[in-house]
């Protein structure tokens, strides 16, 4: 299984929550780094899809 490093964001810094991702065998997954046991997996079109859809505001009316 090709499986890479949990990454974060820079702008995280030294703070330990938030969100990191990593590949594994083509496709994505993602955990908060307090709940490390918790990982949601994906597709690289899917998370791209809401990627997209975030930035264009398709959710904020659940904000």
Known sequence: MSRSQWQKSS???ANN???EVRTV???IELRESDEGH???R???AALAD???GIKAGEFDHHA
Request: include cysteine; hydrophobic fraction near 45%.
């Open 42 to 44: 994906t597709t690289p």
């Open 17 to 19: 929550e938030c969100v």
């Open 11 to 13: 702008f995280s810094a």
């Open 50 to 52: 809401l990627l997209h």
């Open 38 to 40: 918790t990982i949601l």
């Open 25 to 27: 065998d083509g496709a």
